[in-house]
């Protein structure tokens, strides 16, 4: 731990005498997370902030010994009992699963695999947690920095506890999370299911009948699943850690800012609580020249172009049937084709194909001899050909990647296909017809248009607002007060019931009256009769 620790409290003490600006603490996520995290930290750097990153030596992504990156940020590095190979693991198997295995499988079994799968996240989360919020030297070392703000990613487990016990103000940057639970019951952001689809649900904001039934089963059974999960596998650790009931929500609640990497230009429009700011695409940029080899390569194309392939930072390699699949169907183009790829070389590779361990991709986008970009539609990738105006070929593996695509074919800026059906004939035909038709390019043009049209970059608006928080001390007044109000409450019900009140007992006033009022009526016609 020691040895680990040591020279990094040395630099976080000099930070804080060193930089004219703020200090952000960060808990970067994992894997494509962590790149998009990495836009913030560097424009944080640029405008003279000071940028810890507390990261744990089993780090699947984060390479902390790299020395560039040492000189940027201050790594603090504490030890977790597991190793790195172990929690890429987890993280293999689950992608694997959602990818090869999801579609064949029944509901039971996918609920199996999911609970598995989460049990086993929690373990290693619980584990890395003690790690941190156990660690009194290390905890010291974080209370003696004095950050102004914590930057998290919520991938990571109890960064806002970290927050919340250094009584620090939180900034939570993320996508999304299953059936927007997270932002509605820890951020009470507002989500009619008349017309908010359920992330990652690909229908479209007006929704049918059946979509709309589907959406509020979604949204159900998301609240009571989540709910019922952390109140069984997480809360109780808050508790004990806080000394008081508590829970994740409560700490995640806390948040002043949440950073939603979406835009409207993908997603529905919703309303959106003033602490919630929609940054999709913070970490596109304009394109750097290409190393010498790939600009060969490129000039080799002619006027053909290049099609661009990845299916992102987790699969690099596919198995051996689709790959085969693929290869064909590349080959069988006339563009050149950059393929990230690590597996095994597919047998009908052909000649017009290069294979790389790594691409750039936002400077291969950004070319304009890159005609088209065959992608399996995570975020990050999405946003850099929205970005460089690039039409798409989508095949959608797992998590958002399913939506992300749909709602660029619905704008007729991409074709997507079905991994598990597709035939190369299909494949072919999709890219030609993206490359060829002049509708994908444009559609993708205006959609790049509208991206890009707005008073302060994506960016610039997420950097605003770390520094905004940064320079208050928080963001408190933007925070909605539903988050202080029970469910009877916040639904009114205790109001409706006064008011029901109110009125049943007039209502039976007015009866009252009116039958005494009759009973006398009668009484007097008797009389008379009599
Ligand atoms: C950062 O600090 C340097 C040196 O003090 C200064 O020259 C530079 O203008 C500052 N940059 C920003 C963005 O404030
Ligand atoms: C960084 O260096 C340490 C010590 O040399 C080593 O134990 C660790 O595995 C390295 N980590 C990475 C991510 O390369
Ligand atoms: C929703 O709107 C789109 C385009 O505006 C339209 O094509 C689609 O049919 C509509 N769907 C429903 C269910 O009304
Ligand atoms: C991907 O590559 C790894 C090793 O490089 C291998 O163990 C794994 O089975 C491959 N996955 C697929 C789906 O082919």
């Known amino acids: 731990m020691k040895q680990f620790l040591l020279p990094s409290v040395l630099i976080v003490l000099l930070g804080v005498g060193v930089a ?32 810890t990153v507390l990261v744990s030596d089993a780090s699947p992504s984060i390479n902390y010994n790299d020395t560039r990156d040492a000189a940027k940020f201050n790594f603090i590095v504490f030890r977790v009992p597991f190793s790195r190979a172990e929690i890429h693991g987890v993280t293999e198997d689950f992608v694997y699963f959602s990818t090869y295995k999801s579609q064949q499988a029944s509901v039971l079994q996918k609920m199996m695999m999911m609970q ?6 929690v373990h290693f989360g619980l584990l890395q947690c003690d790690a941190m919020l156990k660690n009194q030297e290390l905890m010291a070392t974080l209370r003696d920095a004095r950050f102004d703000a914590v930057l998290l990613d919520p991938m ?51 929704m049918t009948f059946s979509e709309r039934l589907v959406n509020v089963g979604l949204y159900v059974f998301t609240s009571a699943m989540s709910q019922w999960f952390w ?13 008081r009931p508590s829970s994740v929500c409560e700490s995640l609640g806390r948040a002043d800012i949440w950073l939603i990497r979406t835009f409207w230009d993908i997603t529905p429009p919703r309303p959106a609580p003033p602490n919630f700011k929609y940054v999709g695409g913070l970490h596109c940029k304009p394109g750097k020249p290409l190393p010498d080899d790939l600009e060969a390569f ?17 699969v690099a390699n596919v198995t051996t049937g689709l790959s085969d699949v693929i290869a064909t169907a590349l080959g069988r183009i006339p563009q050149k084709v950059i393929w990230r790829y690590k597996g095994t070389k597919p047998k009908s590779l052909a000649s017009n194909t290069k294979i790389c361990d790594w691409i750039p991709q936002n400077d291969l986008l950004a070319d304009p001899r890159t005609r088209a970009f065959l992608t399996h539609g995570g975020t990050n990738g999405l946003y850099e050909a929205v970005y460089h105006a690039v039409p798409l070929v989508g095949v959608p593996l797992f998590a958002d990647q399913p939506e992300n695509l749909a709602r660029l074919q619905y704008r007729g800026a991409a074709i997507v296909l079905d991994i598990h059906s597709m035939t190369s004939d299909e494949l072919t035909d999709a890219l030609n017809a993206v490359v060829n038709e002049p ?24 950097v605003f607002w770390v520094e905004f928080v940064m320079k208050h001390g928080g963001a408190r007044h933007l925070r909605l007060a539903s988050r202080d109000l029970n469910w009877v409450q916040y639904h009114s019900l205790d109001v ?3 008011l029901l009140a109110v009125i049943m ?19 007097r016609k008797w009389e008379k009769q009599d």
């Not at 970290?162 to 940057?173: E, G, N």
């Not at 507002?190 to 007006?206: E, F, G, W």
């Not at 509708?439 to 608006?461: C, G, I, V």
């Open 439 to 462: 509708r994908y390019k444009n559609n993708m043009q205006r959609l790049s248009e509208l991206h890009r049209d707005r008073p302060l970059s994506a960016l610039d608006t997420a």
């Open 298 to 314: 490129y000039e080799s194309s002619g006027d053909a172009g290049v099609v661009v392939v990845s299916f992102g930072s987790i």
């Open 231 to 243: 109140r069984t596998n997480i809360d109780h650790y808050y508790s004990e850690i806080k000394g």
């Open 20 to 51: 004219s600006g703020g200090h952000v603490l960060v808990f970067p996520g994992e894997y494509s997370h962590w790149l998009n995290m990495r836009s913030i930290m560097d424009e944080l750097v640029r405008r003279n902030h000071s940028v």
């Open 116 to 121: 598995n799968w989460l049990r086993q996240a």
């Open 156 to 206: 990571i487990m109890c960064g806002d506890l970290v927050a919340d016990v250094l009584d620090l103000p939180l900034i939570v940057s993320l996508r999304f999370s299953f059936g927007n639970a997270i932002e509605r019951l820890c951020g009470h952001a507002m989500a009619p299911p008349s017309y908010v689809p359920a992330a990652p649900l690909p229908y479209r904001d007006n």
């Open 496 to 498: 409706a019931a006064a």
């Open 505 to 523: 007992s007039s209502c039976a006033l007015c009866w009252a009256v009116t039958c005494c009022l009759l009973r006398r009526c009668r009484r």
